[in-house]
Structures are given as structure tokens and as C-alpha cells.
């Protein structure tokens, strides 16, 4: 789903530099998030493994990632993304 939003992102707003990596909140897989986070120079990380653990990834991860912000995202990449309709406007 990450790819797809960062294609989206992409096509919506010309100039604008996304990269996705599919992750997830497992110390196992630090490492890797790291890296990318890194070689991307990522300056705003969304984050969305779901409630409570992209939050508790963040906070276990804020001193590592040198990004100016970082957001837990949730459900937001379903809506995003088109995958769950948004609510009716009232």
C-alpha cells in the first residue's frame, strides 16, 4: 500500500520526491528502515502500522531516524490511496 500512495503522491504533485518501503514495527526490521530513512534523506516519515505500534515505533525509533517529522498515519493511507471510501459529506 505504500507504493501505491508514494505513486499516487508522485502523479499528483510533480517535483515532489516520495519513497515507500513496506516495513513494520519489528526491531528485526530496524535495520533496513534505517537505512532507507537515511540514504532517502527522509525530512517527513508517515508511519502507518496501525494504533498503538507506529506510535510506539516512533518513540522507540526518534533518537535514530534524524527526520525534522515524523507521523503516525494509520488507517490515512486507506483513504489516501482511494482503497476505503471516505465518508459522505453532510
Known sequence: ??????LKLRRE?????VAAHSGGPDP????????LIHEHNT????????????????????????????VGMGGAFDYLTGR???APRG
Open 84 to 86: 476505503v471510501p471516505r
Open 28 to 35: 528485526s526490521e530496524d535495520a533496513a528502515s534505517l537505512k
Open 1 to 6: 500500500m505504500a507504493d501505491e500512495l508514494a
Open 43 to 70: 525530512q517527513v516519515l508517515l508511519v502507518a502500522f496501525g494504533h498503538p505500534k507506529q506510535e510506539l515505533w516512533i518513540d522507540r525509533m526518534k533518537n535514530r531516524l534524524g527526520v525534522a517529522v515524523a
Open 13 to 17: 504533485n510533480p517535483g515532489l520526491q
